[in-house]
Protein backbone atom coordinates (compact mmCIF):
# COMPACT_ATOMS: atom_id res chain seq x y z
CA UNK A 1 0.00 0.00 0.00
CA UNK A 2 1.07 2.91 -0.79
CA UNK A 3 1.03 6.11 0.99
CA UNK A 4 -0.32 4.02 4.57
CA UNK A 5 -0.75 4.62 8.07
CA UNK A 6 -0.90 1.75 10.25
CA UNK A 7 -3.64 2.99 12.85
CA UNK A 8 -4.00 0.43 15.75
CA UNK A 9 -7.43 0.32 18.04
CA UNK A 10 -9.36 1.48 14.99
CA UNK A 11 -12.09 -0.05 15.42
CA UNK A 12 -13.04 1.34 18.66
CA UNK A 13 -14.67 4.98 19.46
CA UNK A 14 -12.01 7.06 18.38
CA UNK A 15 -10.05 5.61 16.24
CA UNK A 16 -12.90 4.47 13.46
CA UNK A 17 -14.33 8.32 13.78
CA UNK A 18 -10.50 8.84 12.46
CA UNK A 19 -10.51 6.15 10.12
CA UNK A 20 -13.67 7.50 8.37
CA UNK A 21 -12.68 11.18 8.59
CA UNK A 22 -9.05 10.17 6.80
CA UNK A 23 -10.79 8.47 4.31
CA UNK A 24 -12.84 10.68 3.27
CA UNK A 25 -10.53 13.99 3.40
CA UNK A 26 -7.07 12.97 1.92
CA UNK A 27 -5.62 10.16 -0.14
CA UNK A 28 -4.15 7.93 2.33
CA UNK A 29 -4.67 4.42 2.55
CA UNK A 30 -5.64 3.24 6.54
CA UNK A 31 -4.73 -0.38 7.69
CA UNK A 32 -6.69 -1.44 11.21
CA UNK A 33 -4.99 -3.52 13.52
CA UNK A 34 -7.37 -3.99 16.20
CA UNK A 35 -7.97 -7.08 18.71
CA UNK A 36 -11.73 -6.31 18.69
CA UNK A 37 -12.14 -6.39 22.49
CA UNK A 38 -15.74 -5.45 23.60
CA UNK A 39 -14.95 -1.75 22.64
CA UNK A 40 -14.02 -2.49 19.67
CA UNK A 41 -17.42 -2.62 16.40
CA UNK A 42 -16.48 -3.08 12.90
CA UNK A 43 -20.08 -1.97 12.25
CA UNK A 44 -18.61 1.40 12.93
CA UNK A 45 -16.70 1.10 9.29
CA UNK A 46 -19.14 -1.02 7.49
CA UNK A 47 -18.99 2.15 5.02
CA UNK A 48 -15.36 1.59 4.19
CA UNK A 49 -15.09 -2.50 4.62
CA UNK A 50 -15.07 -3.10 0.93
CA UNK A 51 -12.62 0.23 0.15
CA UNK A 52 -9.54 -0.34 -1.62
CA UNK A 53 -7.40 1.98 0.43
CA UNK A 54 -8.64 0.59 4.08
CA UNK A 55 -7.89 -2.76 5.64
CA UNK A 56 -8.47 -4.62 8.58
CA UNK A 57 -6.45 -6.80 10.70
CA UNK A 58 -7.30 -8.45 13.64
CA UNK A 59 -4.79 -8.98 16.12
CA UNK A 60 -3.31 -7.64 19.41
CA UNK A 61 -0.38 -5.52 19.77
CA UNK A 62 1.59 -7.00 21.94
CA UNK A 63 2.23 -9.65 19.28
CA UNK A 64 5.82 -9.13 18.08
CA UNK A 65 5.60 -11.22 15.53
CA UNK A 66 2.32 -10.49 13.63
CA UNK A 67 3.21 -6.58 14.42
CA UNK A 68 6.40 -7.61 12.62
CA UNK A 69 4.92 -8.88 9.26
CA UNK A 70 2.43 -6.27 8.94
CA UNK A 71 4.71 -3.48 9.32
CA UNK A 72 7.04 -5.27 6.54
CA UNK A 73 3.88 -5.45 4.51
CA UNK A 74 2.46 -2.14 4.59
CA UNK A 75 5.63 -0.22 4.71
CA UNK A 76 3.76 2.52 6.35
CA UNK A 77 4.95 6.46 6.60
CA UNK A 78 3.25 6.71 10.52
CA UNK A 79 1.40 4.56 12.95
CA UNK A 80 -1.21 6.10 14.93
CA UNK A 81 -1.62 4.38 18.00
CA UNK A 82 -5.11 4.49 19.73
CA UNK A 83 -5.43 1.05 20.95
CA UNK A 84 -5.89 0.56 24.81
CA UNK A 85 -7.95 -0.16 27.58
CA UNK A 86 -9.59 3.12 28.14
CA UNK A 87 -12.43 2.97 30.70
CA UNK A 88 -11.38 4.01 34.14
CA UNK A 89 -13.96 2.39 36.34
CA UNK A 90 -12.86 -0.99 34.49
CA UNK A 91 -9.19 -0.33 35.67
CA UNK A 92 -10.59 -0.13 39.35
CA UNK A 93 -11.93 -3.34 38.70
CA UNK A 94 -9.24 -4.83 37.18
CA UNK A 95 -5.82 -2.86 36.45
CA UNK A 96 -4.07 -6.25 34.49
CA UNK A 97 -5.27 -5.81 31.34
CA UNK A 98 -4.74 -2.02 31.19
CA UNK A 99 -0.85 -3.24 31.71
CA UNK A 100 -1.19 -5.83 29.50
CA UNK A 101 -2.05 -3.36 26.46
CA UNK A 102 -1.41 0.25 27.50
CA UNK A 103 2.11 -0.51 29.06
CA UNK A 104 3.58 -3.96 27.80
CA UNK A 105 1.70 -3.81 24.46
CA UNK A 106 2.96 -0.12 23.64
CA UNK A 107 6.23 -1.77 24.73
CA UNK A 108 5.92 -4.34 22.15
CA UNK A 109 5.08 -2.00 19.33
CA UNK A 110 7.65 0.56 19.97
CA UNK A 111 9.97 -1.97 19.69
CA UNK A 112 8.64 -3.56 16.84
CA UNK A 113 8.42 0.32 15.18
CA UNK A 114 12.10 0.78 16.23
CA UNK A 115 13.43 -1.99 14.14
CA UNK A 116 10.76 -1.01 11.36
CA UNK A 117 12.11 2.27 11.22
CA UNK A 118 15.93 1.22 11.42
CA UNK A 119 15.71 -0.57 8.13
CA UNK A 120 14.33 2.58 6.38
CA UNK A 121 16.25 4.60 4.30
CA UNK A 122 17.64 8.17 5.47
CA UNK A 123 14.84 10.20 3.21
CA UNK A 124 12.16 7.80 4.44
CA UNK A 125 13.58 7.22 8.41
CA UNK A 126 13.09 11.41 8.54
CA UNK A 127 9.45 11.26 6.92
CA UNK A 128 8.39 8.42 9.62
CA UNK A 129 5.81 9.20 12.25
CA UNK A 130 4.83 7.75 15.51
CA UNK A 131 2.02 9.46 17.09
CA UNK A 132 0.86 8.17 20.27
CA UNK A 133 -2.83 8.99 21.58
CA UNK A 134 -3.03 9.97 24.96
CA UNK A 135 -5.22 11.91 27.55
CA UNK A 136 -5.34 14.81 30.13
CA UNK A 137 -6.20 12.16 32.72
CA UNK A 138 -2.24 11.63 32.91
CA UNK A 139 -1.77 14.74 34.42
CA UNK A 140 -4.08 14.29 37.59
CA UNK A 141 -6.60 15.91 39.23
CA UNK A 142 -6.85 19.94 39.64
CA UNK A 143 -8.49 22.15 42.58
CA UNK A 144 -10.94 24.41 41.60
CA UNK A 145 -9.48 27.59 40.56
CA UNK A 146 -6.16 25.73 39.60
CA UNK A 147 -4.79 26.88 36.17
CA UNK A 148 -5.70 24.27 33.29
CA UNK A 149 -2.87 21.53 32.32
CA UNK A 150 -0.16 22.75 29.70
CA UNK A 151 1.93 20.32 27.81
CA UNK A 152 4.64 21.39 30.84
CA UNK A 153 2.29 19.99 33.80
CA UNK A 154 3.95 17.20 35.43
CA UNK A 155 2.60 14.28 35.18
CA UNK A 156 0.42 13.27 38.63
CA UNK A 157 -1.46 9.74 37.09
CA UNK A 158 -4.30 8.35 39.97
CA UNK A 159 -6.02 5.79 38.03
CA UNK A 160 -4.47 2.68 37.37
CA UNK A 161 -5.85 3.59 33.63
CA UNK A 162 -4.26 7.33 33.64
CA UNK A 163 -0.61 5.26 34.91
CA UNK A 164 -0.98 2.73 32.35
CA UNK A 165 -1.33 5.72 29.94
CA UNK A 166 1.27 7.58 31.46
CA UNK A 167 3.75 4.87 31.25
CA UNK A 168 3.33 4.29 27.39
CA UNK A 169 4.07 8.42 27.04
CA UNK A 170 6.99 7.89 28.94
CA UNK A 171 8.34 4.83 27.07
CA UNK A 172 7.11 7.28 23.83
CA UNK A 173 9.14 9.82 24.77
CA UNK A 174 12.26 7.99 25.56
CA UNK A 175 12.16 6.75 22.09
CA UNK A 176 12.33 9.76 20.38
CA UNK A 177 15.00 10.63 23.32
CA UNK A 178 17.09 7.17 22.95
CA UNK A 179 16.81 5.73 19.20
CA UNK A 180 15.85 9.23 17.51
CA UNK A 181 12.24 7.30 16.62
CA UNK A 182 10.07 10.43 15.29
CA UNK A 183 7.40 10.72 17.43
CA UNK A 184 4.79 13.00 18.43
CA UNK A 185 2.10 12.67 21.14
CA UNK A 186 -1.19 14.26 21.33
CA UNK A 187 -2.71 14.67 25.45
CA UNK A 188 -6.84 14.83 24.59
CA UNK A 189 -9.65 16.10 27.13
CA UNK A 190 -13.00 13.65 27.43
CA UNK A 191 -14.48 13.06 24.07
CA UNK A 192 -17.86 12.55 23.17
CA UNK A 193 -19.82 12.07 19.71
CA UNK A 194 -21.60 8.79 17.51
CA UNK A 195 -19.89 4.94 18.04
CA UNK A 196 -19.15 5.81 21.86
CA UNK A 197 -19.52 2.52 24.23
CA UNK A 198 -22.14 3.30 26.57
CA UNK A 199 -20.26 2.78 29.51
CA UNK A 200 -18.76 6.08 29.25
CA UNK A 201 -20.71 9.32 31.04
CA UNK A 202 -22.67 10.67 28.18
CA UNK A 203 -24.06 7.63 25.83
CA UNK A 204 -24.77 5.96 29.23
CA UNK A 205 -27.14 9.05 30.03
CA UNK A 206 -28.66 9.07 26.98
CA UNK A 207 -29.38 5.69 26.65
CA UNK A 208 -30.68 5.30 30.13
CA UNK A 209 -32.79 8.41 29.65
CA UNK A 210 -34.35 7.23 26.27
CA UNK A 211 -35.20 3.83 28.57
CA UNK A 212 -36.76 5.85 31.51
CA UNK A 213 -33.96 4.26 33.67
CA UNK A 214 -31.75 6.02 36.54
CA UNK A 215 -29.37 8.39 35.60
CA UNK A 216 -26.23 7.28 38.00
CA UNK A 217 -24.39 10.22 38.78
CA UNK A 218 -21.18 9.63 40.91
CA UNK A 219 -20.78 11.78 44.37
CA UNK A 220 -21.97 14.96 44.18
CA UNK A 221 -21.72 15.15 40.87
CA UNK A 222 -19.58 18.54 40.92
CA UNK A 223 -16.60 16.61 39.27
CA UNK A 224 -15.76 18.70 36.16
CA UNK A 225 -14.04 17.60 32.74
CA UNK A 226 -13.18 19.28 29.25
CA UNK A 227 -15.49 17.80 26.65
CA UNK A 228 -14.68 18.03 22.90
CA UNK A 229 -16.65 16.58 19.89
CA UNK A 230 -15.01 13.43 18.69
CA UNK A 231 -14.42 15.04 15.06
CA UNK A 232 -12.60 17.56 16.54
CA UNK A 233 -10.48 15.30 18.53
CA UNK A 234 -9.68 13.69 15.37
CA UNK A 235 -9.01 16.07 13.07
CA UNK A 236 -6.27 18.04 15.76
CA UNK A 237 -4.16 14.22 15.46
CA UNK A 238 -4.51 14.67 11.89
CA UNK A 239 -2.76 18.21 12.52
CA UNK A 240 -0.67 16.98 14.66
CA UNK A 241 0.21 14.02 12.61
CA UNK A 242 1.40 16.23 9.09
CA UNK A 243 2.40 19.47 11.04
CA UNK A 244 3.61 18.80 14.62
CA UNK A 245 7.21 18.76 15.54
CA UNK A 246 8.71 15.67 15.88
CA UNK A 247 9.70 15.32 19.60
CA UNK A 248 6.85 17.57 21.23
CA UNK A 249 3.45 16.89 22.80
CA UNK A 250 0.42 19.23 21.90
CA UNK A 251 -2.53 19.68 24.51
CA UNK A 252 -6.01 18.87 22.55
CA UNK A 253 -9.24 20.10 24.25
CA UNK A 254 -12.42 21.95 23.93
CA UNK A 255 -12.23 24.72 26.09
CA UNK A 256 -15.26 23.82 27.37
CA UNK A 257 -15.11 23.02 31.26
CA UNK A 258 -18.84 21.49 32.69
CA UNK A 259 -19.44 19.34 35.67
CA UNK A 260 -20.97 16.34 35.52
CA UNK A 261 -24.52 17.59 37.10
CA UNK A 262 -25.15 19.43 33.92
CA UNK A 263 -24.27 17.28 31.41
CA UNK A 264 -26.32 15.03 32.59
CA UNK A 265 -29.47 17.31 32.72
CA UNK A 266 -28.73 19.16 29.24
CA UNK A 267 -28.71 15.56 27.91
CA UNK A 268 -32.38 14.99 29.83
CA UNK A 269 -33.58 18.00 28.42
CA UNK A 270 -32.66 17.29 24.95
CA UNK A 271 -34.14 13.48 24.91
CA UNK A 272 -37.31 15.44 26.42
CA UNK A 273 -37.43 17.55 23.45
CA UNK A 274 -36.34 14.89 20.75
CA UNK A 275 -38.75 12.08 22.26
CA UNK A 276 -41.56 14.09 24.42
CA UNK A 277 -41.35 14.72 27.92
CA UNK A 278 -44.67 13.07 28.42
CA UNK A 279 -45.51 15.06 31.57
CA UNK A 280 -42.60 14.31 33.55
CA UNK A 281 -38.93 15.56 32.69
CA UNK A 282 -35.96 13.08 32.54
CA UNK A 283 -34.27 15.29 35.01
CA UNK A 284 -36.01 13.27 37.88
CA UNK A 285 -34.13 10.04 37.02
CA UNK A 286 -31.15 11.53 38.37
CA UNK A 287 -29.90 9.52 41.13
CA UNK A 288 -26.45 10.11 42.97
CA UNK A 289 -24.92 7.06 43.89
CA UNK A 290 -21.61 5.82 45.23
CA UNK A 291 -18.31 8.08 44.26
CA UNK A 292 -16.03 6.55 41.83
CA UNK A 293 -13.17 5.32 44.27
CA UNK A 294 -9.95 8.23 43.69
CA UNK A 295 -12.31 10.31 41.30
CA UNK A 296 -10.65 13.07 40.18
CA UNK A 297 -12.21 16.54 40.98
CA UNK A 298 -11.33 18.54 37.82
CA UNK A 299 -9.84 18.33 34.79
CA UNK A 300 -8.54 21.31 32.19
CA UNK A 301 -7.03 21.73 29.10
CA UNK A 302 -4.60 24.47 27.87
CA UNK A 303 -4.70 23.86 24.60
CA UNK A 304 -3.05 27.10 23.03
CA UNK A 305 0.12 25.82 21.77
CA UNK A 306 -1.96 23.56 19.23
CA UNK A 307 -4.00 26.73 18.12
CA UNK A 308 -0.69 29.26 18.28
CA UNK A 309 1.78 26.45 16.71
CA UNK A 310 -0.64 24.66 14.21
CA UNK A 311 -3.76 26.76 13.97
CA UNK A 312 -5.82 23.97 14.85
CA UNK A 313 -8.64 25.00 17.19
CA UNK A 314 -12.57 22.75 17.74
CA UNK A 315 -15.41 23.45 15.24
CA UNK A 316 -18.01 22.27 17.17
CA UNK A 317 -19.28 24.24 20.38
CA UNK A 318 -20.71 22.05 23.13
CA UNK A 319 -24.05 23.05 22.12
CA UNK A 320 -23.80 22.27 18.69
CA UNK A 321 -21.87 18.50 19.59
CA UNK A 322 -24.41 17.03 22.05
CA UNK A 323 -27.13 18.26 19.96
CA UNK A 324 -25.62 16.09 17.35
CA UNK A 325 -24.37 13.05 19.79
CA UNK A 326 -27.93 12.28 20.98
CA UNK A 327 -29.99 12.45 17.59
CA UNK A 328 -27.14 10.44 16.70
CA UNK A 329 -28.01 7.76 19.22
CA UNK A 330 -31.88 7.98 19.22
CA UNK A 331 -31.37 7.34 15.14
CA UNK A 332 -28.85 4.33 15.28
CA UNK A 333 -31.03 2.07 16.93
CA UNK A 334 -29.42 -1.25 15.13
CA UNK A 335 -25.75 0.03 16.69
CA UNK A 336 -27.21 0.48 19.83
CA UNK A 337 -28.72 -2.75 19.81
CA UNK A 338 -25.58 -4.79 18.51
CA UNK A 339 -23.34 -3.51 21.58
CA UNK A 340 -25.84 -3.26 24.52
CA UNK A 341 -25.87 -7.05 24.65
CA UNK A 342 -23.79 -9.79 25.91
CA UNK A 343 -20.74 -8.54 28.06
CA UNK A 344 -22.09 -4.86 28.05
CA UNK A 345 -25.25 -6.16 30.23
CA UNK A 346 -22.59 -7.98 32.60
CA UNK A 347 -20.55 -4.72 33.32
CA UNK A 348 -23.99 -2.80 33.98
CA UNK A 349 -25.48 -5.21 35.98
CA UNK A 350 -21.96 -5.88 38.04
CA UNK A 351 -21.09 -1.90 38.58
CA UNK A 352 -24.30 -0.38 39.51
CA UNK A 353 -25.60 -3.60 41.07
CA UNK A 354 -25.27 -1.47 44.94
P1 LIG B 1 -12.05 2.45 22.99
O1 LIG B 1 -12.00 1.68 24.26
O2 LIG B 1 -13.37 2.85 22.42
O3 LIG B 1 -11.29 1.64 21.82
C1 LIG B 1 -10.09 0.96 22.04
C2 LIG B 1 -9.84 0.07 20.83
O4 LIG B 1 -8.57 -0.59 21.04
C3 LIG B 1 -10.89 -1.04 20.67
O5 LIG B 1 -11.28 -1.14 19.31
C4 LIG B 1 -10.17 -2.31 21.13
O6 LIG B 1 -10.63 -3.47 20.46
C5 LIG B 1 -8.73 -1.98 20.74
N1 LIG B 1 -7.74 -2.74 21.53
C6 LIG B 1 -7.73 -2.91 22.88
N2 LIG B 1 -6.67 -3.67 23.24
C7 LIG B 1 -5.99 -3.95 22.09
C8 LIG B 1 -4.80 -4.68 21.81
N3 LIG B 1 -4.10 -5.27 22.79
N4 LIG B 1 -4.39 -4.77 20.53
C9 LIG B 1 -5.10 -4.18 19.52
N5 LIG B 1 -6.24 -3.50 19.73
C10 LIG B 1 -6.67 -3.38 21.00
O7 LIG B 1 -11.12 3.73 23.24
P2 LIG B 1 -11.27 5.21 22.70
O8 LIG B 1 -12.16 5.98 23.60
O9 LIG B 1 -11.52 5.19 21.24
O10 LIG B 1 -9.78 5.75 22.96
C11 LIG B 1 -8.76 5.55 22.00
C12 LIG B 1 -7.46 6.13 22.54
O11 LIG B 1 -7.64 7.51 22.83
C13 LIG B 1 -6.98 5.45 23.82
O12 LIG B 1 -5.59 5.31 23.76
C14 LIG B 1 -7.37 6.46 24.91
O13 LIG B 1 -6.49 6.39 26.00
C15 LIG B 1 -7.25 7.77 24.18
N6 LIG B 1 -8.12 8.86 24.66
C16 LIG B 1 -9.46 8.65 24.82
C17 LIG B 1 -10.27 9.71 25.25
C18 LIG B 1 -11.77 9.54 25.41
O14 LIG B 1 -12.44 10.44 25.91
N7 LIG B 1 -12.36 8.42 24.99
C19 LIG B 1 -9.71 10.96 25.52
C20 LIG B 1 -8.32 11.12 25.33
C21 LIG B 1 -7.55 10.07 24.90
P1 LIG C 1 -16.14 8.71 32.05
O1 LIG C 1 -17.02 8.91 30.87
O2 LIG C 1 -15.97 7.34 32.62
O3 LIG C 1 -14.74 9.35 31.65
P2 LIG C 1 -13.41 9.68 32.59
O4 LIG C 1 -13.50 8.94 33.85
O5 LIG C 1 -12.34 9.19 31.68
O6 LIG C 1 -13.41 11.18 32.76
O7 LIG C 1 -16.66 9.65 33.22
C1 LIG C 1 -16.79 11.05 33.05
C2 LIG C 1 -17.23 11.64 34.38
O8 LIG C 1 -18.54 11.17 34.67
C3 LIG C 1 -16.35 11.20 35.54
O9 LIG C 1 -16.22 12.30 36.44
C4 LIG C 1 -17.14 10.08 36.19
C5 LIG C 1 -18.58 10.47 35.91
N1 LIG C 1 -19.55 9.35 35.78
C6 LIG C 1 -20.73 9.34 36.54
O10 LIG C 1 -20.99 10.26 37.34
N2 LIG C 1 -21.59 8.28 36.39
C7 LIG C 1 -21.34 7.25 35.53
O11 LIG C 1 -22.17 6.28 35.46
C8 LIG C 1 -20.14 7.28 34.74
C9 LIG C 1 -19.82 6.16 33.78
C10 LIG C 1 -19.27 8.35 34.89
Redesign the pocket.
Known amino acids: MDNAILV??????????FILQRLSRDSSCIVN?????????LRNLESVAREKRYQFVR?????RGLVRRLLERCAPRAIV???????VDRSIRGPE?FI???VD?SFALLEETRSYWSGLSEHDQAGFRFLQ?????VYGSLGADGPPFSETTPYAPNSP?AAS?AASDHLVRAYHHTYGLPTLT???????GR???PE?LIPLMILNACQRQPLPVYGDGRNVRDW?Y?ED?CSAIATVLERGCVGETYN?GGWNEKCNLEIVETICDLVDQLMGAGGTSRRDLITFVKDRPGHDRRYAMDASKIERELGWRPAETFETGIGKTVRWYLENETWVRDVTSGAYREWIATHYSS
Open positions: TGGAGFIGSNLDKLTYAGNGDIGDHFAAESHERTNGVSTDEYKTNCSNNYFQFKLVHV
